[in-house]
Each structure stands twice: as C-alpha cells, then as structure tokens.
C-alpha cells in the first residue's frame, strides 16, 4: 500500500515536498515513480527511481526543479519540488512496480503495479 502526503497550495515559484509511504514487506526490491494527471489530460510520469535508489529518471519539463529520492529506513520515497510552475498543478500519485532489472528506472504508467490514492498539488497566484 502507498500512501501519498504533502499536496497543498502554492504560489508560482514556490516549493513543495511530497512523501510516498510505503507499507508492507520488501520496499528495496519495488521501483517506485511519482505522476500526475491534470483536469482533462493523460496520466504522466514525472520522475521515478530504482529500487536501490541508485538510478533516477525526470521528464524534461521537471528536470532541474524536482529531485526523487528514497529512505529504507522510512519506507518512503519523496518528491522535492522547487519552483513550482501554473502548469505543474495535478493530482500527485506514487506507484511500484516489482523491479524489472537492477537500476531499472524507467516507471511507465502501465506497468506499475499498485497505485497511491494521490495528493493534490495546486500553483496559483
């Protein structure tokens, strides 16, 4: 089960921290991935991480302003959101998936295996 925290309403530029907590057995052998879904449109990718950590991925728009990291001791992995952009505002999601490949870093909204119920992210001035 993951559980989504850390949403909330802030203004262009400013700075959010989502945390994804994982329960149950065996997080260091699940990749997760953090995405969102905007009113209206697809849900995206926007950053995912290995199951070691040691690999990352972002989608280009967030590279740079957004950092993925994870904490086994926790059981969690975050999301570090810095200016923050209109077009950034979605329901945030954290999802696993059962890892495919050591380092593997790649979380496609269709293989993932278990979804949090997501967190909203709002950027209004």
Do not use: H
Not at 93 to 102: I, L
């Amino acid at each position: 089960q993951l559980v989504e925290s850390g949403g909330g309403l802030v203004q262009p530029g400013g700075s959010l921290r989502l945390s994804c907590a994982f329960s149950g057995s065996g997080f260091d052998y699940y990749t997760i991935g953090w995405f969102r879904q905007a009113p209206g449109k697809e849900r995206e990718t926007v950053s995912c991480i290995s199951n070691s950590g040691g690999n990352t991925w972002y989608k280009s728009s967030v590279q740079g302003r957004f950092t993925i990291s994870r904490d086994s001791a926790s059981n969690s992995v975050y999301l570090q959101m810095n200016n923050l952009q209109l077009e950034d505002t979605a329901v945030y999601y954290c999802a696993g998936e059962g890892v495919r490949a050591p380092d593997y870093a790649k979380c496609y909204v269709s293989d993932m295996d278990f979804w949090g119920r997501g967190t909203q992210v709002t950027v209004s001035a």
